[in-house]
């Protein structure tokens, strides 16, 4: 799918309100919506205090903060059951942290196997926590579908509450037995919610927690020391991709604030390894250096290794969980890489066989699928068409490799919505699940071999507005435009990620003096660009020249379209174009 690219329209006089600040300025705000002298003090501004919401608008938080408080003054011992990414992880450490500060040591911290429990609780770990003595389970980031495990939880003398972000199954329903019947369940995605922000992350439901304890009983702790923890709700806010705007956005600020000044070992030695100038740490930074190696742990290994990086207390224990998870890390790219290739190899096999198919489904029962998303995100980049992928679950309670489930990953070319397409054809899956634009599913050795006939069929259906194709930019500059000021007015409006995306623009009859290639493996793009008098650097990682074709040539004329980015990546201070297309 060709893209077309436009720029927005540029801001108008019925901005008034806007006038008083610069031109790129203004049009950055008004081309994300924000049109008033309020409205962009409060972007441009984050509150911690005023930009935060009550947290005692979400349901049953009352009742949870009482229960918590309880179990702490009669010792009881509490487990605390989070998921395995990169959003789990940092909420599972988070009440870790808290607890400790507050002299609560009477608990357990469980962090499932991605491989052998999957996501979401389980009876067996369940039980482990049981005959540890647990009696008031907490999960993070996860339990609002776990029905039957929370019932199981209950009959094995435990009190149950549900901290979780995702849909609950049957929303909007306002029947109650479309949630489980836990003790308490703080979820913002609830029916009748009156919690203003509906989308945080599963660490910032946590913190909302936090916050409300503190508020019941502020004596627990010296005011303001909690402020340290939003080092782990930053890392998940923007780990977890949700909406940087409104509270999102004050959580990420304030965690970026907080990172720049972490206190914890773990983290300040990744940042050191992977030579990420601390003072000036960024979102690109949280989202392409750490997330990952966070991830890597559960992908590659257990995820407990990165919940304690994260606690780590010691210089010398830090840097050996760093060292484990920058190693697995590599594996996991090398084992991605390896994928992409035989993926690649499957296609061209495929295609030139049965000529070229609207959505591509392969799969190999030795492909990992904790690693399978990654895998599809570059086919369906590279191949523009919807990806499904699948490999087999690792089972040994399974003798019969026939009986196994195969699990996969989907991801969309921008035109399908997945989970209507996946819906359409549910009688395939054993399970499926997702968005729009990525998904995941399980499916059964016997439908696996028709699963992309019916696909085909029912895609037709299912195809989103074609302006997907339509690529609006923020602005028309030339390289002469790029400065250190104007570099500090776009910077002004981070963080970027979903909902605040970096801002984009249209370079036109730039000439590209030199092409180098640059990395271990040659992987990364150098080129050196002139417009006039006026030259820049700009970069893309993991890309090659003829991945943009005719648009791109040594000494010829051409359009671009990229983000302005200011590096510090080893102490080095740069002014670059970070490159997202070319064209003629």
Avoid at 317 to 345: Q, Y
Avoid at 432 to 456: A, C, N, P, R, Y
Avoid at 564 to 576: D, M
Wanted: proline residues 4%.
């Amino acid at each position: 799918m060709s893209k077309k690219y436009t720029a927005k329209k540029k801001i108008g006089k019925k901005e008034k309100e806007l006038e008083n600040y610069n031109t790129l300025t203004a049009q950055l705000l008004s081309n994300r919506g924000i049109k008033t002298k309020k409205e962009a003090g409060a972007f441009l501004r984050p509150d911690f205090v005023n930009h935060l919401h009550d947290p005692f608008l979400l349901s049953h938080m009352k009742k949870t903060v009482g229960r918590i408080l309880r179990a702490f003054e009669n010792n009881e011992r509490i487990g605390i059951w989070s998921d395995y990414d990169a959003d789990g992880i940092p909420g599972g450490a988070l009440l870790h942290d808290f607890f400790k500060l507050i002299g609560l040591n009477n608990f357990i911290n469980y962090i499932p196997d991605r491989h052998l429990e999957g996501y979401g609780l389980n009876n067996e770990g369940i039980e482990e926590l049981s005959k540890d003595g647990v009696k008031l389970l907490i999960t993070i980031d996860c339990g609002i579908r776990n029905h039957k495990e929370i019932d199981y939880a209950k009959k094995m003398g435990m009190e149950v509450i549900i901290t979780d972000h995702h849909e609950p199954a049957s929303l909007p329903s306002k029947q109650s037995d479309s949630l489980p019947k836990a003790f308490a369940i703080i979820n913002p995605k609830r029916a009748n919610s009156k919690y203003p922000e509906k989308i945080l992350c599963g660490s910032g439901v946590v913190w909302k927690l936090i916050e409300a304890i503190l508020q019941t009983k502020r004596d627990l702790l010296k005011e303001g020391k909690e402020k340290w923890l939003l080092d782990l709700v930053g890392l998940a806010t923007l780990s977890d991709m949700v909406p940087l705007v409104g509270e999102n956005r004050a959580l990420a600020h304030f965690g970026l604030s907080v990172l720049r000044k972490s206190r914890r070992p773990g983290l300040s030695r990744l940042f050191s390894t992977l030579k990420i100038n601390k003072n000036n740490i960024s979102e690109d930074d949280i989202t392409f250096m750490i997330t990952p190696r966070i991830n890597a742990a559960s992908r590659m290994g257990h995820p407990r290794d990165a919940f304690k990086l994260l606690t780590a207390t010691d210089e010398v224990e830090a840097e050996v969980f760093v060292k484990h998870l920058d190693n697995i890390n590599n594996e996991r790219k090398g084992a991605v890489t390896s994928m992409v290739k035989e993926a690649k190899k499957k296609i061209k096999e495929k295609f030139e066989n049965f000529g070229e198919k609207p959505i591509i489904v392969l799969g190999n029962p030795l492909w990992r699928p904790a690693l399978l998303g990654l895998v599809a995100n570059s086919i369906a980049e590279e191949y523009n068409r919807p990806v499904f992928l699948w490999g087999r679950a690792h089972d040994e309670s399974i003798a019969d490799e026939a009986e196994k489930i195969l699990k996969g990953s989907c991801r969309s070319d921008g035109l399908v919505d997945l989970v209507a397409l996946m819906g359409r054809v549910k009688g395939h899956f054993i399970e499926f699940g997702g968005h729009k634009l990525s998904g995941g599913f399980s499916v059964s050795h016997e439908k696996i071999h028709t699963l992309e006939d019916v696909l085909i069929e029912a895609s037709i259906e299912t195809r989103l507005n074609d302006s997907v194709g339509q690529v609006l930019v923020d602005a028309e500059l030339s390289l002469k435009d790029i400065s250190e000021s104007s570099v500090s007015e776009i910077l002004s409006l981070a963080p970027f990620g979903m909902g605040n995306e970096k801002p984009l623009f249209i370079f036109r009859d730039i000439l590209p003096e030199k092409i180098n290639r640059f990395g271990k493996a040659k992987e990364h793009l150098s080129i050196n660009l002139r417009d006039g008098g006026s030259t820049i650097r700009a970069i893309s990682f993991f890309t090659s020249p003829d991945q943009f074709g005719d648009s791109l040539k040594e000494g010829i004329k051409t359009n671009i379209v990229a983000n302005i980015e200011k590096s510090f990546y080893n102490n080095s201070v740069e002014i670059r174009l970070r490159i997202v297309d070319f064209f003629s």
